[in-house]
């Protein structure tokens, strides 16, 4: 009976939402797209043709096609301390084509009687052309009115676009948290991103937003299996391979959104922003008898402009999501993130500062300690506009990742079962050079 009351919920609520004052629309661009807004272009749009008996005031469309997307070519160059763990990372020189993507939207407008009522669908393709890497990382149905936005099937949900920081303005390929990821080696559980852990990325779920009120904003999404995306078959359990690593899942997760976003005269603006993840967690396989924690994680962040000048922040506390119980006094990891950034006309320029904390816990079977990691990474990240649609950026990056020792790295990635090397120990930097393409 609960699962035919939901389902009858969601029915009601896709229909309530094509029946009244208009606010501003919920802005659902997720950190991907944030990333290259600066730069884009106007897309190329295939707009259907308009009903030829419509009034003044019946702004219906039939649905049309729009075309958007954007990649990027980045040249780096390397050095760290541990260069030869998980498969080797010293040759000190890189080629990436990174952060494609290509977007197929086809929207319309229902005319007065549904209360214009505009609708949507688009699929997202990745240009990522790695072996066993999926080529859809998007395919969703939205809904929107002045009731707020509908949207349903795989997308980004209210942690991710709904959160602020300074990922916004970064420059390059993201300052602190751009693409030099793909080049280190990192230390043997140490957090370097700004994801809340166990939030359910590209795969199936509903998101409700409402629309913006005096500034404040809200919104819900709803993950039924985080191991489940498109068309895949329902299934209770996922199964790992026998000698695999233990890779628990998110099931039941629920993702809450606010924030508040507010432009004042003399070009200053403030935004604000908490979001929050929780969920269940659904064991892969055990490990010593022990299962993992539920998820339960939060994050808020902080961004002021004024004038060509932003300053930001985030923070994030993953407390115990999908830590393994075999384990005590170990957490997911708490990540603080500040940068500053300045834009005008074609030139962008940003400084950003990562530190992150996490406890390893230890062994409650054997009482081994394996101690904390720690990070630290700045950025200095610098985009020249070239035309529209078209910039060049340069982006250096130092970091250093810390752990109590080697032996504790090893023995902690050993009793976790984590698929990778043990990595003690890491320091060094990175330049990228790179150019992007947006449209």
């Keep these: ?18 029946a009244a004052p208009t606010f501003a629309a919920p802005n659902t661009q997720d950190k991907r797209e944030q990333k290259t807004t600066d730069i884009k272009g106007d897309g190329i749009q295939v707009m259907g043709e308009s009903d030829i008996t419509a009034t003044p005031v019946d702004e219906s469309r039939g649905p049309g096609l729009e075309i958007s997307g954007g990649t990027s070519f980045n040249a780096y160059i390397f050095k760290q301390k541990k260069r030869e763990q998980n498969g080797g990372k010293g040759r000190g020189t890189h080629f990436g084509a990174d952060d494609s993507r290509i977007n197929f939207q086809v929207l319309g407008k229902a005319g007065p009687e549904l209360d214009g009522l505009e609708y949507s669908f688009l699929i997202g393709l990745t240009g990522n052309t790695e072996a066993g890497k999926t080529s859809v990382e998007e395919n969703r149905i939205k809904l929107k009115n002045r009731y707020g936005t509908l949207i349903g099937g795989v997308h980004r949900g209210v942690t991710d676009f709904m959160a602020v920081g300074p990922f916004a303005f970064y420059a390059g390929t993201g300052n602190v948290l751009g693409n030099y990821k793909s080049i280190v080696n990192e230390t043997t559980g140490v957090v370097i991103r700004d994801d809340l852990k166990g939030a359910p990325k590209d795969q199936t779920k509903v998101t409700y937003v409402t629309p913006r009120f005096f500034g404040i904003q809200a919104g819900y999404s709803y993950t039924p ?8 078959k329902l299934a209770s359990k996922a199964l790992a391979p026998k000698d695999g690593a233990m890779t628990p899942v998110g099931q039941n997760l629920h993702e809450a959104g606010l924030n508040f976003k507010k432009e004042f005269a003399n070009s200053f603006g403030i935004q604000l922003s908490a979001t929050s993840l929780f969920g269940n967690s659904k064991n892969t396989k055990t490990h010593h008898d022990a299962g993992y924690s539920d998820i339960a994680a939060y994050a808020l ?55 992150s904390k996490r406890k390893l816990g230890h062994n409650k079977r054997t009482g081994f300690e394996y101690g904390t990691t720690k990070a630290n990474v700045g950025s200095l990240s610098y985009d020249y506009k070239l035309a529209k649609g078209l910039k060049l950026y340069a982006e250096g990056v130092a970091f250093q990742y810390k752990t109590s020792s080697t032996a504790q790295a090893t023995a902690w990635k050993e009793a976790t079962m984590s698929p990778k090397d043990a990595v003690g120990n890491n320091n060094g930097h990175a330049i990228m050079l790179g150019s992007a393409i947006s449209f």
């Design 225 to 232: 299996d985080g191991n489940q995306a498109g068309e895949a």
């Design 301 to 355: 962040g902080l961004v002021i402009n004024y004038g060509d000048f932003s300053i930001g922040g985030e923070y994030l506390d993953n407390g115990r999501s999908l830590e393994w119980n075999g384990l005590s006094g170990n957490d997911s990891g708490r990540v603080f993130n500040v940068g500053v950034g300045y834009s005008r006309d074609r030139h962008a320029v940003s400084l950003g500062y990562l530190h």
């Design 1 to 18: 009976m609960s699962k035919l009351v939901r389902s009858v919920s969601v029915l009601a609520l896709s229909i309530a939402m094509t």
